[in-house]
Nanobody, 121 residues
Framework: QVQLVESGGGLAQSGGSLRLSCTVS????????IEWARQAPGKSREVVAG????????TYADSVKGRFSISRDYAKNMAFLQMDSLQPDDTGVYYC??????????????WGQGTQVTVSS
């Protein structure tokens, strides 16, 4: 079973920064891709950043481009989301999502429990 645990959320002022961490643990063969998604109150979940293993090319939603940066520690199965120039619209629950190759050879995906980010104006 795979577990994803996020940390690093909290309260920030507009213009401030936060750094989220995600640790992937359990039994699997390979992490194919890790994404960060967020869900604001009353809104659907949106992916804000992703970093696939095969090409290591980060992708970002237009709403966070230039302010957020995703990175990974491939040896430790961790992912990070550096969030700078935070705005009140960035408020929400942030989730880590991993697309994995299981030891069986099947693809699986797993979500963390989420961490709250609140940005005050």
């Amino acid at each position: 079973q795979v577990q994803l645990v996020e940390s690093g959320g909290g309260l920030a002022q507009s213009g401030g920064s936060l750094r989220l961490s995600c640790t992937v643990s359990g039994t699997f063969s390979t992490i194919l891709n890790i994404e960060w998604a967020r869900q604001a109150p009353g809104k659907s979940r949106e992916v804000v950043a992703g970093l696939p293993t095969f090409d290591k090319k980060a992708t970002y939603a237009d709403s966070v481009k230039g302010r957020f940066s995703i990175s990974r520690d491939y040896a430790k199965n961790m992912a990070f989301l550096q969030m700078d120039s935070l705005q009140p619209d960035d408020t929400g629950v942030y989730y880590c999502h991993a697309d994995l190759l299981a030891t069986s050879g099947w693809r699986e995906d797993s979500w963390g429990q989420g961490t709250q980010v609140t940005v005050s104006s």
